[in-house]
């Protein structure tokens, strides 16, 4: 038995953008990186970013919490198991991507934006959204993990106005939606992966995100895979000092098909252990998606407008065991 097969490919096959222009005044230094963003969006749904202004200090302590918080038994993890906010600890066998598939090898701890109970969207029971779950007897965890998240949306919204210059709107077009924001941070573990589990066994299986961006800080181990317009599955190799940022279902739907929400997987095959952060990147639950916002002719519109909480609770509905098992 083997690994599911990739092909090797370049490095520079998927692109690499330079948005440091991204805070230039300067609106034809936005529009030129937005609109290498929107190629890229366009042709395979993935590129990374370079200069993307997330401090590497950060990043590094945000890793170094995420080893220390996974290295603990399995009871101290389950001490912050998941809840109905989608907010702690994933064990393996907590996440399926799709009917048929086996579980996903993988470990994951979740957190997002911290609102008190008192925060008029949580008291009123707008969808994920509330305080977080952080172990009690790890205080820097709570302090990395969430600087972490506060950059990365940061650069999320500094992309966004590249996009939507990209698009041809003013570059503060997704801004206030993105304001208070329905995004989830996630701290992955990959335990190594015997290749006897066989060519249907993945860390994650093969799926799209459902959201708006996924800004993902991936180990040296690497292990991502992304499907090319060939049908083939390629490397998305780790490259230093770079973000991956790709686009998902509700940012596909919101540009009417324009971009392209591609299906990717994970694979170790490294015989390491390999760590990722992800922060999904998405807006407030209320924020109606709809093709039209982004068209010249409404009549265009190839979907149906939806909110962003409606969409997501039905898709994690179908991905999570907690959540089947509560229904």
């Not at 953008?17 to 190629?39: C, H, P, Y």
Request: charged share 20%.
């Amino acid at each position: 038995m083997a690994y599911a097969r990739a092909t090797d490919i370049a490095i520079d096959e998927i692109p690499v953008v330079d948005v440091g222009n991204l805070e230039s005044s300067d609106l034809a230094q936005i529009l030129a990186v937005g609109t290498a963003m929107r190629q890229a969006a366009e042709e395979i749904g993935f590129f990374y970013v370079a200069n993307h202004g997330v401090d590497p200090a950060v990043t590094a302590r945000a890793y170094a919490a995420s080893r220390a918080f996974f290295a603990q038994s399995d009871e101290q993890k389950r001490r912050v198991t998941i809840d109905s906010r989608h907010r702690g600890f994933l064990s393996v066998g907590e996440a399926k991507m799709y009917r048929g598939a086996k579980i996903d090898l993988k470990e994951s701890f979740l957190w997002g934006l911290e609102l008190s109970a008192e925060d008029p969207d949580v008291s009123s029971g707008k969808p994920l959204m509330g305080p977080n779950q952080w172990p009690v007897d790890m205080p820097e965890m709570q302090a990395a993990l969430y600087a972490y998240y506060l950059e990365i949306c940061a650069c999320g919204q500094r992309l966004l106005t590249g996009l939507a210059a990209a698009l041809g709107r003013d570059p503060s077009f997704f801004a206030a939606s993105f304001a208070k924001p329905l995004a989830r941070g996630s701290a992955i573990y990959y335990p190594p992966q015997p290749p006897d589990l066989g060519e249907t066994q993945f860390g994650v299986a093969p799926h799209t995100d459902y959201g708006g961006l996924t800004l993902l800080s991936q180990d040296d181990v690497g292990g991502l895979q992304v499907l090319a317009k060939s049908g083939q599955w390629v490397t998305a190799h780790p490259i230093a000092d770079t973000l991956v940022v790709n686009i998902g279902d509700l940012m596909q739907r919101w540009t009417n098909g324009r971009f392209s929400s591609n299906s990717h997987r994970v694979v170790n095959a490294s015989g390491r252990a390999r760590y990722s952060m992800a922060v999904f990147f998405d807006p407030h639950p209320d924020t109606k998606i709809d093709p039209r916002d982004l068209l010249d002719d409404p009549a265009d519109a190839k979907y149906l407008p939806t909110t962003c909480g409606e969409y997501i609770v039905e898709r994690f509905g179908k991905a999570f065991k907690y959540r089947q098992t509560k229904a």
